[in-house]
Nanobody, 111 residues
Framework: QVQLVESGGGLVQAGGSLRLSCAAS????????MNWYRQAPGKQRELVAT???????NYADSVKGRFTISRDNAKKTVYLQIYSLKPEDTAVYYC?????WGQGTQVTVSS
């Protein structure tokens, strides 16, 4: 079955950086688009970044220039590098694949 396991979250100060990872299994990773989402307290889950099998990326306007999504097909892992963190980036971050989700990783940004 599909498994997605996120890691790399934590508590950081505003302006800091984090690299989130999502290890995937149970499907042909290299042939599928992968996504990163986030859900802040009291808000709906939002799509923040997408990467296609060929490496084409797309970002939400709110994160363009600060977030970088990448993938390592050999490791079946998708990454989200976050720079210049802001308090409003505080959320649980999830990777997603065709409606499947991991358990998420908490990112908390202090001002």
């Amino acid at each position: 079955q599909v498994q997605l396991v996120e890691s790399g979250g934590g508590l950081v100060q505003a302006g800091g950086s984090l690299r989130l990872s999502c290890a995937a299994s149970g499907f042909i990773f290299s042939l599928n688009t992968m996504n990163w989402y986030r859900q802040a307290p009291g808000k709906q889950r939002e799509l923040v970044a997408t990467i296609t099998p060929g490496g084409t990326t797309n970002y939400a306007d709110s994160v363009k220039g600060r977030f970088t999504i990448s993938r390592d097909n050999a490791k079946k892992t998708v990454y989200l590098q976050i720079y210049s963190l802001k308090p409003e980036d505080t959320a649980v971050y999830y990777c997603g694949y065709r409606g499947n989700w991991g358990q998420g990783t908490q990112v908390t940004v202090s001002s």
